[in-house]
């Protein structure tokens, strides 16, 4: 087993943690952790570390880090347990320093006033997560572990934003101005990208079982699936708009079905064509590198062509195709965000919105949702590839 | 010379294009025959494009310095350290949408060309780090070895033995972080670059078709004609250096 060498290697002295701890240091001194805004659009003061939570909140951020960096250097047997503990639980207790920020500098008496989260607070954000990432690597991967970080600190933050501390915050406005709108995002997005994603899988499926039955087929498939990739999306949404507006026009038997030039429709077809090219290589390649001796081995068992593909290259293939699953759900979840241009609604609408307001905080009320969804997919697919790779019974 | 003629012959006819758009005035009147005004006249099309592969090739230009460098770092002794958490880093940072760190930009940087610039840089460099450490950890041990026995320095291992052999892998690495740019360029345009996305958007506000189609065809043919000059380079590339490497 793998113990020995990560208890040989957990004694020499970490020098990753540190750097990235040194980095983190010098960015939440120089940078500003919060601004105060007097209302949506007119650009705030900002505020220094000392500035926005005091001399006693910055002596606490600066221990923590020293800490982290000291422990690194420690010749400690559990050290990277205790790192991990030390991480999780300051990236779970983070949304604090918001919240005394808002408490310390937001005046009471004017409504509008808000508080944003600065680049000293992000480049924190981000360096505690790089610090964690190295530390659960160092442990080796641990499921339950990664599963519990995850539980502790995003429920940390689930219930620091629903506090009245944080109401403060413009990015939780923008949100209490608009739940409804940001519902209807929600379940618009996931339906435009998990769909996209459903019907290129049964597509894909098609098409790999079609490439494997006539080799013929091979190149110009594959061929035109990479094409589609090629074209950059914007293209698409837009090439899409007048062959479609012209078809809606030429038989207005679509328009009461809800097809239209510009909406989901475009939005879902260029989905499609997008998720194609990772739905079909993924696919056939898990179905035509089952190896052949296994194959031989359940002929041998007497198992007819039919059994053969259901019973041993589906479920081994099995893994490599939740994998082509994951880069297209990915991959959706990003280009739906680019249909809002064209009118499909999603998190993207609020991104261009913002955009087109100048009001950064909605910007963010898009974005960061998208990102949180792509990485949710991305966790869920590989623990769902990694729970279905067939274990041999005998090793 | 047959592997060149696609991208040339692509390239004229995108250049042909930009320049020639107003000759195709008649077709879009019948595209939108319901508008006065059918070719995007607010800018140039050949300084939309100029401007949009200048921010391509700026990007992928210090990307792959960047991705390269930090990949050769990260697999020498001194920096293998790093080697985990820059490879998960890669990973993780590919699972970000490009649009959401077009986005994540604009509070950070504003609007404008600036911010564009800094983003298809960092997401840009992401998949090239990812070549280059897939390149450098996929030459056998055994090669180095070699390198090292007839007497080559470090440094000489690395720069003929080791970047030529990785030298492919991060070649697709550059191509696919080129295909994204582009694709994250055009959408560029609605944070204030001016780039072939701007008559697509403009188009969509106005609701002009005909300006969607002559942005969205540019935009497409730019990229066909990038993704075949990588074509050929690759091809190239292969008949150049394979024969060696399969020794």
């Keep these: 087993m793998s113990v020995s060498r990560s208890e040989s290697s957990q004694l020499m002295p970490n020098r990753v943690i540190p750097a990235l701890g040194l980095l983190a240091l010098a960015l939440v001194w120089l940078l500003d952790v919060g601004t105060i805004q007097p209302n949506r659009i007119v650009p705030g003061t900002g505020h220094g570390l000392v500035s926005a939570v005091g001399w006693g909140g910055a002596a606490l951020v600066t221990s923590t880090l020293a800490g982290s960096i000291l422990l690194a250097f420690l010749n400690l047997r559990g050290r990277y347990l205790i790192q991990l503990a030390l991480l999780g639980l300051s990236l779970a207790l983070l949304p604090l320093l918001l919240d005394v920020f808002a408490s310390r500098h937001l005046p009471e008496d004017s409504p509008f006033a808000r508080s944003s989260i600065g680049a000293g607070f992000w480049c924190l954000l981000f360096f505690l997560f790089l610090m964690l990432i190295e530390t659960l690597g160092r442990l080796g991967s641990r499921r339950g572990l990664e599963l519990l970080l995850v539980v502790v600190i995003g429920g940390s933050w689930l219930i620091f934003l629903q506090s009245e501390g944080l109401e403060s915050l413009s990015l939780v406005r923008e949100f209490n101005a608009r739940p409804a709108k940001f519902e209807q995002a929600f379940w618009t997005h996931l339906a435009l990208a998990f769909g996209a994603v459903a019907i290129s899988a049964v597509l894909a499926f098609g098409l790999a079982l079609k490439m494997m039955r006539s080799p013929g087929w091979q190149r110009p498939i594959l061929g035109l699936v990479s094409f589609l990739q090629t074209i950059p999306s914007l293209a698409v949404f837009g090439l899409l708009i007048a062959p479609l507006s012209a078809l809606v026009a030429a038989f207005p038997v679509l328009e009461t079905l809800g097809i239209r030039g510009i909406g989901w429709t475009p939005a879902l077809l260029a989905l499609v064509a997008y998720s194609l090219l990772p739905m079909v290589r993924n696919t056939f390649v898990a179905l035509t590198e089952v190896p052949e001796n296994l194959a031989d081995a359940g002929r041998g068992m007497g198992m007819n062509e039919r059994q053969l593909f259901f019973k041993l290259k589906l479920p081994l293939a099995l893994p490599v195709i939740i994998e082509g699953v994951r880069i297209t759900t990915i991959q959706a979840i990003g280009l739906t965000a680019v249909a809002a241009l064209i009118g499909a609604g999603g998190f993207g609408s609020f991104i261009f919105q913002g955009l087109g307001q100048a009001a950064m905080d909605l910007v963010l009320l898009g974005a960061l949702p998208t990102i949180a969804l792509a990485l949710l997919a991305d966790a869920v697919f590989t623990m769902l590839a990694a729970s279905l790779k067939p274990t041999p019974a005998t090793a | ?247």
């Design chain 2, 1 to 247: 010379m047959r592997l060149w003629l696609p991208p040339v012959l692509l390239a004229v006819l995108l250049c042909g294009l930009s320049a020639g758009m107003p000759a195709l005035e008649p077709l879009f009147h019948w595209v939108q025959p319901d508008k006065q005004q059918v070719i995007y006249e607010r800018e140039s099309f050949l300084f939309l494009l100029q401007n949009h592969l200048l921010l391509v090739l700026i990007s992928a230009a210090v990307g792959t310095l960047v991705a390269v460098a930090g990949g050769i770092f990260a697999t020498r002794p001194s920096g293998r350290d790093f080697l985990p958490l820059v490879s998960q880093v890669a990973s993780i940072g590919q699972t970000f949408p490009p649009v959401a760190v077009l986005a994540l930009a604009v509070p950070v940087l504003g609007f404008g060309e600036a911010p564009i610039l800094v983003a298809l840089m960092l997401y840009g460099l992401l998949p090239i780090l990812r070549n280059t450490l897939a390149g450098l950890e996929g030459i056998s041990p055994a090669v180095k070895e070699a390198a090292r026995g007839m007497g080559m320095s470090p440094l000489q291992v690395l720069v003929r033995a080791e970047l030529p052999l990785a030298g492919r892998v991060i070649l697709a690495g550059i191509r696919t972080s080129v295909t994204i740019n582009i694709a994250t360029a055009a959408i560029g345009s609605t944070i204030g670059a001016r780039t072939l996305g701007d008559p697509v958007i403009a188009g969509l506000v106005n609701g002009n078709t005909a300006y969607v189609l002559q942005g969205a065809i540019l935009i497409g043919l730019l990229a066909l004609a990038t993704d075949s000059l990588f074509e050929a380079l690759e091809r190239t590339w292969d008949r150049r250096f394979s024969p060696q490497v399969a020794v």
